[in-house]
């Protein structure tokens, strides 16, 4: 199975409707993948917290069916990153799409862990409440956006659910570069399941971006590493390896649910 990762560049100098027309392209050219993938926000930029509301589009807006059309011109699986998604009732989401090769939309997944703490997007938009996976020929995605990389009880339901490659689309920024690439692992090898996370390069919001997309491998190998500018990052998956992992070192197996606290004893 072969994925093409996309680090596009994200900059405030350059507008929406060129950065949306631009992905298109780099997306045509990975005619031969099976799988592209784009990062978080790529339209606006995950910290430009003021262009948000202006930028909004509804779930079928230019940024879906410009995606929709590329992914029929190259004959891809598109997850397209995510957009600013307005919705009927006014509320803001955090949305990615994923599209078949013949451009339909499979799945739509708004992220569930908003960052900032009190302010940006944490204040800015909802939560997303459904975890989501989508059937591929070749494997099972679990969808996961940027911040939800911090917390694995997500990913485990994904696992759950049936996931066995994990995708990540991200605005991760570089300051803390580090823990994208110990989390990206972690969450590898925890789910005994591949992990594509792609982020984007440039600075939005005046926030550097970490770019260093990377796909692991189910054993948490590093199978391939992006630098820090824009760059499509194409890699050769194996599906049958997450069987061979499971198989091997069962550790899923020995999960224990359902555990309960004990009582707290009486002093």
Not at 232 to 251: G, I, Q, Y
């Amino acid at each position: 199975m072969r994925a093409s990762l996309i680090q596009i560049a994200v900059d405030s100098d350059e507008s929406v409707n060129s950065r949306r027309e631009r992905a298109a392209s780099l997306i045509v050219a990975q005619r031969g993948s099976d799988l592209v993938v784009l990062p978080e926000l790529w339209p606006v930029g995950a910290f430009a917290y003021t262009e948000f509301a202006d930028e909004a589009e509804p779930l079928r807006g230019p940024t879906h069916d410009v995606m929709a059309k590329a992914a029929a011109e190259a004959g891809v699986w598109l997850h397209a990153g995510s957009f600013v998604e307005r919705a009927d009732d006014g509320t803001l989401y955090n949305t990615s799409l994923v599209f078949t090769p013949d451009g339909e939309r499979a799945a739509a997944y708004r992220k569930i862990h908003r960052f900032g703490f009190d302010k940006g997007e944490a204040v800015m938009m909802g939560a997303g409440e459904e975890l989501v996976t989508v059937a591929l020929p070749e494997t099972t995605l679990g969808l996961a956006t940027c911040y939800d990389l911090r917390f694995p009880e997500l990913f485990r339901g994904l696992v759950d659910a049936g996931a066995r490659t994990l995708v990540v689309a991200a605005g991760w920024p570089e300051r803390r570069r580090a823990h994208w690439t110990l989390l990206a692992r972690a969450r590898a090898v925890e789910n005994q399941a591949y992990v594509l996370a792609v982020g984007t390069s440039g600075t939005h919001g005046g926030i550097q971006q970490a770019g260093h997309s990377l796909a692991v491998d189910p054993w948490g190998e590093v199978v391939a590493e992006a630098g820090a500018d824009e760059e499509v990052l194409t890699v050769e998956l194996d599906p049958a390896k997450v069987d061979t992992v499971r198989e091997d070192f069962p550790a899923l197996k020995d999960r224990r649910l359902g555990l309960t606290r004990p009582p707290r004893a009486m002093p």
